[in-house]
Protein backbone atom coordinates (compact mmCIF):
# COMPACT_ATOMS: atom_id res chain seq x y z
CA UNK A 1 0.00 0.00 0.00
CA UNK A 2 1.35 3.22 -0.87
CA UNK A 3 1.96 5.61 2.42
CA UNK A 4 2.71 9.58 1.46
CA UNK A 5 6.40 10.51 2.29
CA UNK A 6 6.73 11.97 6.27
CA UNK A 7 7.54 15.47 6.46
CA UNK A 8 9.10 17.97 8.91
CA UNK A 9 6.81 20.61 10.48
CA UNK A 10 7.82 23.17 7.99
CA UNK A 11 8.05 21.21 5.28
CA UNK A 12 4.71 20.55 5.55
CA UNK A 13 3.66 24.22 5.10
CA UNK A 14 3.57 23.10 0.86
CA UNK A 15 0.87 21.02 1.25
CA UNK A 16 -1.22 23.98 2.57
CA UNK A 17 -3.72 25.10 -0.06
CA UNK A 18 -5.31 28.47 0.30
CA UNK A 19 -8.50 28.38 -1.44
CA UNK A 20 -10.32 31.88 -2.10
CA UNK A 21 -13.80 30.96 -3.15
CA UNK A 22 -15.54 33.27 -5.55
CA UNK A 23 -13.41 36.81 -4.40
CA UNK A 24 -14.42 39.96 -6.25
CA UNK A 25 -11.86 42.02 -5.48
CA UNK A 26 -8.11 41.09 -7.68
CA UNK A 27 -6.39 43.00 -5.36
CA UNK A 28 -7.50 40.63 -2.18
CA UNK A 29 -5.85 37.84 -4.20
CA UNK A 30 -2.96 39.73 -4.07
CA UNK A 31 -2.93 40.90 -0.68
CA UNK A 32 -3.33 36.82 0.12
CA UNK A 33 -0.75 35.74 -2.08
CA UNK A 34 1.70 38.83 -0.13
CA UNK A 35 0.33 37.14 2.62
CA UNK A 36 0.82 33.43 2.59
CA UNK A 37 4.80 33.61 0.83
CA UNK A 38 5.25 35.93 4.02
CA UNK A 39 4.30 32.92 6.32
CA UNK A 40 6.21 29.93 3.92
CA UNK A 41 3.32 29.03 1.98
CA UNK A 42 2.72 28.72 -1.91
CA UNK A 43 -0.02 26.91 -3.03
CA UNK A 44 -3.23 29.80 -3.58
CA UNK A 45 -6.28 28.01 -5.09
CA UNK A 46 -9.12 30.50 -6.92
CA UNK A 47 -12.87 29.17 -7.13
CA UNK A 48 -14.67 31.29 -10.01
CA UNK A 49 -12.87 34.48 -9.45
CA UNK A 50 -14.57 37.57 -10.80
CA UNK A 51 -12.00 39.16 -12.24
CA UNK A 52 -8.72 36.91 -12.72
CA UNK A 53 -5.96 37.35 -13.77
CA UNK A 54 -5.73 40.86 -13.28
CA UNK A 55 -3.07 43.61 -12.92
CA UNK A 56 -4.28 44.49 -9.72
CA UNK A 57 -3.59 41.55 -8.57
CA UNK A 58 0.10 40.96 -9.60
CA UNK A 59 0.53 45.28 -7.85
CA UNK A 60 -1.05 44.01 -4.59
CA UNK A 61 0.62 40.61 -4.79
CA UNK A 62 4.05 43.05 -4.33
CA UNK A 63 6.97 40.33 -3.79
CA UNK A 64 4.60 37.26 -4.43
CA UNK A 65 4.01 37.49 -8.39
CA UNK A 66 5.17 34.01 -8.46
CA UNK A 67 2.15 32.81 -6.47
CA UNK A 68 -0.21 34.32 -8.83
CA UNK A 69 2.02 33.16 -11.60
CA UNK A 70 0.86 29.36 -9.93
CA UNK A 71 -2.87 30.00 -9.16
CA UNK A 72 -4.70 26.97 -9.27
CA UNK A 73 -8.14 27.78 -11.28
CA UNK A 74 -11.24 25.32 -10.13
CA UNK A 75 -15.05 25.62 -11.30
CA UNK A 76 -16.27 24.06 -7.67
CA UNK A 77 -14.97 23.69 -4.53
CA UNK A 78 -14.77 20.41 -4.67
CA UNK A 79 -12.31 20.88 -7.47
CA UNK A 80 -10.16 22.80 -5.15
CA UNK A 81 -9.61 20.53 -2.30
CA UNK A 82 -9.97 17.00 -4.51
CA UNK A 83 -6.94 14.79 -2.31
CA UNK A 84 -6.55 16.63 0.81
CA UNK A 85 -7.23 14.91 3.93
CA UNK A 86 -8.21 18.21 6.07
CA UNK A 87 -10.65 20.98 4.71
CA UNK A 88 -11.30 23.72 6.74
CA UNK A 89 -13.83 26.47 5.95
CA UNK A 90 -13.25 30.05 7.44
CA UNK A 91 -16.41 31.72 8.50
CA UNK A 92 -16.78 34.92 10.12
CA UNK A 93 -20.15 34.07 11.96
CA UNK A 94 -21.66 31.11 13.64
CA UNK A 95 -23.11 28.18 11.87
CA UNK A 96 -26.32 26.03 12.79
CA UNK A 97 -25.94 22.49 12.04
CA UNK A 98 -22.01 23.28 11.29
CA UNK A 99 -19.15 21.05 11.41
CA UNK A 100 -17.04 21.63 14.49
CA UNK A 101 -15.88 24.81 15.20
CA UNK A 102 -12.21 25.74 16.73
CA UNK A 103 -9.90 28.87 17.30
CA UNK A 104 -6.92 29.09 15.25
CA UNK A 105 -4.79 28.98 18.28
CA UNK A 106 -6.52 25.38 18.63
CA UNK A 107 -7.15 24.10 14.97
CA UNK A 108 -3.93 24.85 13.53
CA UNK A 109 -1.66 22.45 15.06
CA UNK A 110 -4.02 19.99 14.33
CA UNK A 111 -4.00 20.96 10.34
CA UNK A 112 -0.19 21.03 10.75
CA UNK A 113 -0.11 17.12 11.95
CA UNK A 114 -2.33 16.07 8.84
CA UNK A 115 -0.49 17.70 6.59
CA UNK A 116 2.12 14.99 7.68
CA UNK A 117 -0.28 12.92 5.81
CA UNK A 118 -1.32 14.97 2.87
CA UNK A 119 -2.85 18.06 1.43
CA UNK A 120 -4.84 20.10 3.46
CA UNK A 121 -6.93 23.22 2.42
CA UNK A 122 -8.56 26.66 4.30
CA UNK A 123 -11.24 27.62 2.62
CA UNK A 124 -12.16 31.62 3.11
CA UNK A 125 -15.67 32.49 1.39
CA UNK A 126 -16.06 35.88 -0.92
CA UNK A 127 -15.84 39.13 0.27
CA UNK A 128 -19.90 39.64 0.71
CA UNK A 129 -21.30 37.08 1.52
CA UNK A 130 -18.72 34.40 2.95
CA UNK A 131 -19.27 30.81 2.33
CA UNK A 132 -22.56 29.41 1.42
CA UNK A 133 -23.78 27.06 4.33
CA UNK A 134 -23.51 24.22 1.68
CA UNK A 135 -19.98 24.78 0.70
CA UNK A 136 -18.94 25.05 4.74
CA UNK A 137 -21.03 21.63 4.95
CA UNK A 138 -18.56 20.16 2.59
CA UNK A 139 -15.69 21.03 4.74
CA UNK A 140 -14.33 19.08 8.10
CA UNK A 141 -13.77 22.37 10.38
CA UNK A 142 -14.90 25.20 10.69
CA UNK A 143 -12.14 28.20 11.92
CA UNK A 144 -13.50 31.48 13.14
CA UNK A 145 -10.95 34.30 14.10
CA UNK A 146 -11.66 36.07 17.21
CA UNK A 147 -12.14 39.52 16.96
CA UNK A 148 -13.20 42.55 19.55
CA UNK A 149 -16.03 44.57 19.43
CA UNK A 150 -19.79 44.76 17.82
CA UNK A 151 -17.28 45.09 14.48
CA UNK A 152 -15.93 41.64 13.14
CA UNK A 153 -15.33 41.68 9.59
CA UNK A 154 -12.08 41.84 8.59
CA UNK A 155 -10.33 42.23 5.10
CA UNK A 156 -10.06 39.07 3.11
CA UNK A 157 -6.34 39.62 2.98
CA UNK A 158 -5.88 40.27 6.70
CA UNK A 159 -7.98 36.68 7.66
CA UNK A 160 -5.67 35.00 5.47
CA UNK A 161 -2.91 36.65 7.16
CA UNK A 162 -3.91 35.97 10.35
CA UNK A 163 -4.29 31.84 10.11
CA UNK A 164 -1.16 32.10 7.57
CA UNK A 165 0.90 33.20 11.14
CA UNK A 166 -1.33 30.98 13.45
CA UNK A 167 0.43 27.63 11.33
CA UNK A 168 3.63 29.05 10.95
CA UNK A 169 3.68 29.61 14.48
CA UNK A 170 2.35 26.02 15.08
CA UNK A 171 5.04 24.63 12.18
CA UNK A 172 7.47 26.46 14.51
CA UNK A 173 6.69 25.06 17.50
CA UNK A 174 6.44 21.46 16.61
CA UNK A 175 9.99 22.35 14.60
CA UNK A 176 11.36 22.31 18.26
CA UNK A 177 10.45 18.44 18.63
CA UNK A 178 13.15 16.07 17.15
CA UNK A 179 10.73 15.67 13.93
CA UNK A 180 10.88 11.92 14.52
CA UNK A 181 7.70 10.04 12.93
CA UNK A 182 5.11 9.66 16.17
CA UNK A 183 4.61 6.13 17.47
CA UNK A 184 0.82 6.65 16.46
CA UNK A 185 1.20 6.42 12.46
CA UNK A 186 -1.26 5.82 10.70
CA UNK A 187 -2.40 2.08 9.39
CA UNK A 188 -3.23 3.29 6.40
CA UNK A 189 -3.57 7.13 4.40
CA UNK A 190 -5.98 9.37 5.67
CA UNK A 191 -9.07 9.17 3.86
CA UNK A 192 -9.17 12.44 0.76
CA UNK A 193 -11.67 14.54 1.02
CA UNK A 194 -13.50 12.86 -2.21
CA UNK A 195 -13.37 9.66 -0.71
CA UNK A 196 -15.23 10.89 2.21
CA UNK A 197 -17.55 12.44 -0.24
CA UNK A 198 -18.45 8.79 -1.68
CA UNK A 199 -18.51 7.19 1.79
CA UNK A 200 -21.56 9.45 2.36
CA UNK A 201 -23.46 9.42 -1.07
CA UNK A 202 -23.45 6.09 -0.50
CA UNK A 203 -24.63 6.01 2.99
CA UNK A 204 -27.46 8.08 1.71
CA UNK A 205 -28.68 5.74 -0.87
CA UNK A 206 -28.69 2.94 1.49
CA UNK A 207 -30.03 4.61 4.06
CA UNK A 208 -32.84 5.95 1.65
CA UNK A 209 -33.02 2.09 0.15
CA UNK A 210 -33.41 0.88 4.30
CA UNK A 211 -36.02 3.31 4.34
CA UNK A 212 -34.59 4.47 7.17
CA UNK A 213 -34.06 8.13 5.29
CA UNK A 214 -37.13 9.68 3.22
CA UNK A 215 -35.55 11.12 -0.04
CA UNK A 216 -36.74 14.90 -1.08
CA UNK A 217 -38.05 15.69 2.32
CA UNK A 218 -35.56 18.52 4.58
CA UNK A 219 -33.50 16.54 7.47
CA UNK A 220 -30.69 17.26 9.10
CA UNK A 221 -29.85 13.78 9.56
CA UNK A 222 -27.37 13.39 6.52
CA UNK A 223 -25.50 16.85 7.99
CA UNK A 224 -25.36 15.36 11.35
CA UNK A 225 -23.61 12.01 9.35
CA UNK A 226 -21.42 13.71 7.49
CA UNK A 227 -20.08 16.16 10.37
CA UNK A 228 -19.46 12.88 12.51
CA UNK A 229 -17.70 11.29 9.66
CA UNK A 230 -15.34 14.18 8.94
CA UNK A 231 -14.73 14.54 12.71
CA UNK A 232 -13.41 10.80 12.77
CA UNK A 233 -10.85 11.63 9.94
CA UNK A 234 -11.21 8.51 8.37
CA UNK A 235 -8.62 6.24 7.41
CA UNK A 236 -8.84 4.96 3.56
CA UNK A 237 -8.79 1.82 4.72
CA UNK A 238 -11.18 2.57 7.50
CA UNK A 239 -13.29 4.03 4.77
CA UNK A 240 -13.50 0.89 2.45
CA UNK A 241 -14.49 -0.97 5.62
CA UNK A 242 -17.85 1.06 6.23
CA UNK A 243 -18.32 0.94 2.39
CA UNK A 244 -18.36 -2.80 2.55
CA UNK A 245 -20.54 -2.78 5.46
CA UNK A 246 -22.91 -0.64 3.34
CA UNK A 247 -22.73 -2.80 0.14
CA UNK A 248 -23.69 -5.90 2.49
CA UNK A 249 -26.93 -4.34 3.68
CA UNK A 250 -27.43 -2.85 0.37
CA UNK A 251 -27.18 -6.60 -1.02
CA UNK A 252 -29.17 -8.05 1.84
CA UNK A 253 -32.21 -5.79 1.26
CA UNK A 254 -32.17 -6.75 -2.26
CA UNK A 255 -32.71 -9.83 -1.74
CA UNK A 256 -35.24 -9.69 0.99
CA UNK A 257 -37.09 -8.07 -1.46
CA UNK A 258 -36.48 -10.75 -3.87
CA UNK A 259 -37.62 -13.38 -1.67
CA UNK A 260 -41.07 -11.37 -0.84
CA UNK A 261 -43.77 -12.87 -2.73
CA UNK A 262 -46.03 -11.19 -4.71
CA UNK A 263 -48.92 -9.58 -4.25
CA UNK A 264 -51.96 -10.93 -6.11
CA UNK A 265 -53.57 -8.97 -8.90
CA UNK A 266 -56.82 -7.68 -7.94
Do not use: W
Amino acid sequence: MATVPFLPPLERLSRVRVVLHSPRHPGNIGAAARAMKTMGLSRLSLVTPERFPDDEAYRRASGARDLIDAVGLHPDLDAAVAGCVLVVAVAARPRDHAPVSMPPRMLMPRLLDLAAQGDVAMVFGNETNGLSRADVNRCDFLVRIPTGGEYASLNLGAAVQVLCYELRMAALEAAGTDGSRPDDALDSPLATHEQVGQLLAHAERTLVALDFLVPDRPSRLMERIARLARKARLEQEEVNILRGVLAAAEAAQAAAGRARPERPAR
